[in-house]
């Protein structure tokens, strides 16, 4: 049984800086790609970051040069380091898990999925 836990969700001002993780289990976490989606209230889940086992990486254009995603195979995490938050980053973040070695954007494709951690920017 698959599970993935979010953690280090939080409130931010803009401009400010968050760190998510996700612990995986219940999988071959070196073989699998790794999303983080977001979800804003009235809007569609949408791909944030992707990372495949190779760590080749994908982001939406709303947050390249700002995010990171990056993987710890020893560790069975994905983390997500988000910096220069604006308050249009708001959002529920999930992170979601393919049993396929490349990269997609499609949430559809995650067969996995977290309970989501609630990140909000504002003053």
């Known amino acids: 049984q698959v599970q993935l836990v979010e953690s280090g969700g939080g409130l931010v001002q803009p401009g400010g800086s968050l760190r998510l993780s996700c612990a995986a289990s219940?999988?071959?976490?070196?073989?699998?790609?790794m999303g983080w989606f977001r979800q804003a209230p009235g809007k569609e889940r949408e791909a944030v970051a992707t990372i495949n086992w190779l760590s080749n990486t994908d982001y939406a254009d709303s947050v390249k040069g700002r995010f990171a995603i990056s993987r710890d195979n020893a560790k069975n995490t994905v983390y997500l380091q988000m910096n220069r938050l604006k308050p249009d980053d708001t959002a529920v973040y999930y992170c979601?898990?393919?049993?396929?070695?490349?990269?997609?954007?499609?949430?559809?494709?995650?067969?996995?999925w977290g309970q989501g951690t609630q990140v909000t920017v504002s003053s």
């Open positions: 979601a898990a393919r049993s396929a070695k490349y990269n997609s954007g499609n949430p559809a494709d995650f067969a996995s």
């Open positions: 219940g999988l071959t976490f070196s073989s699998v790609s």
